[in-house]
């Protein structure tokens, strides 16, 4: 762990976790009238995950795989949760303004720079996996940008079909 780039983006992806984490509160506290709210407190265990276990499994090579997992899924499902309330709370119509102001876009976006923090980590122990990653068969395998997309769209999938059947 002697590299300072990588220690300059650990402590980025800690900042932006704890962002991220304290953004959460901040819209939806934990307690609430002295009362818990128990659906707000899976999200703000996995945050405070996100801003202890993750950058501690990035100081070490064998624990960076897992590490690039389990912050590629937090944005996968965070991005996804956050556009469902979205369209969930939609009032009025639609425009280029209201999507970029009044959504959960901005939320997933700041997720979206926590997955590119963490791929930078990851492909900083394993510069050699690179060079797969420019050949299309090897970049929808294990941990590439393909493998990525196609969760995020069967997740998504999932997810849509559990909204839409189960309500």
Not at 31 to 39: K, S
């Amino acid at each position: 762990m002697e590299n300072p780039l990588r220690k300059n983006l650990i402590f980025a992806l800690i900042t932006i976790s704890i962002g991220g984490l304290l953004l959460h509160l901040r819209i939806h506290p934990l307690i609430v009238d002295g009362i818990l709210e128990f659906e707000h407190l899976i999200p703000a265990v996995f945050g405070a995950l996100s801003v202890i276990v993750v950058p501690c499994l990035f100081l070490k090579q064998n624990t960076a795989d897992l590490a690039y997992l389990l912050t590629g899924l937090s944005v996968i499902f965070g991005a996804i949760i956050m556009s469902h309330l979205s369209i969930a709370t939609w009032e009025g119509g639609v425009s280029l303004l209201k999507i970029m102001l009044k959504t959960t876009l901005a939320d997933s976006l700041i997720l979206l720079a926590k997955f590119f923090i963490g791929k930078a980590l990851f492909e900083s122990y394993f510069p050699e996996r690179l060079k797969l990653n420019c050949q299309f068969p090897q970049s929808f395998r294990f941990l590439f940008d393909g493998w990525w997309l196609l969760h995020f769209i069967g997740i998504t999938v999932v997810y849509t079909l559990g909204a839409v059947l189960f309500k």
